[in-house]
């Protein structure tokens, strides 16, 4: 199992932790500051699913104006470390 910690971008989360398993799941993500309740959701949400699959469905999201959004970040994450 790898563990990531990463620094977003442009968005009010701080820090995105989770895990990629050995079948490349998604594992115990957990979002430092930002929208609580939407990302606690979205934790759950991509919980034993495929990191890949998770990172391309979220890609390009954006959060009002901005360019970017936590999600998107979790995106960039993933596939950083895939």
């Not at 959701?41 to 959060?63: P, S, V, Y």
């Amino acid at each position: 199992m790898k563990h990531v910690d990463y620094i977003p971008q442009g968005v009010c989360s701080k820090k995105i932790s989770f895990d990629i398993d050995d079948n490349n799941k998604i594992r115990n993500l957990t979002f430092l500051y930002g929208c609580n309740g939407n990302l606690k959701a979205i934790g759950k949400l991509c919980e034993g699913k495929d990191a890949l699959e998770i990172a391309n469905i979220l890609e390009n999201n954006t959060c009002g104006f901005k360019q970017t959004s936590c999600a998107d970040q979790l995106s960039k994450a993933i596939k950083e470390n895939i």
